[in-house]
Nanobody, 125 residues
Framework: QLQLVESGGGLAQPGGSLRLSCAAS????????IGWFRQAPGKEREGISC???????TFADSVKGRFTISRDNAKNTVYLQMNSLKPEDTAVYYC???????????????????WGKGTLVTVSS
């Protein structure tokens, strides 16, 4: 069964950090571009970052300079490191994957094939 599972969400204080993980099972990630998306209550889903199969990354303006993305192909996992968190970062965070082998860069606008079920991040004092 092909699936993505997010973990690492929780409660963080403003200015704090969290690291989200996206683990794949049933398929191997190296040939896939992985995207991170989030949806806050009452708002549309927002693409915030992606990492290409060759490790190139893209970030939305809303998180640029605060979030980083990385992948560990040996662990079949992609990470989203979130620093300097703000209350407006509160949302359910999803990872998604699309087959894009040999690509150096990625775009958050990819039509993703596989989606995780999400992990909740709450930023509050």
């Amino acid at each position: 069964q092909l699936q993505l599972v997010e973990s690492g969400g929780g409660l963080a204080q403003p200015g704090g950090s969290l690291r989200l993980s996206c683990a794949a099972s049933g398929f191997t990630l190296p040939n896939y571009a992985i995207g991170w998306f989030r949806q806050a209550p009452g708002k549309e889903r927002e693409g915030i970052s992606c990492i290409s199969s060759r490790g190139g990354s893209t970030f939305a303006d809303s998180v640029k300079g605060r979030f980083t993305i990385s992948r560990d192909n040996a662990k079949n996992t992609v990470y989203l490191q979130m620093n300097s968190l703000k209350p407006e970062d509160t949302a359910v965070y999803y990872c998604a994957a699309v087959l894009k082998p040999f690509q150096r860069q990625c775009t958050i606008d990819y039509d993703m094939t596989y989606w995780g079920k999400g992990t909740l991040v709450t930023v509050s004092s």
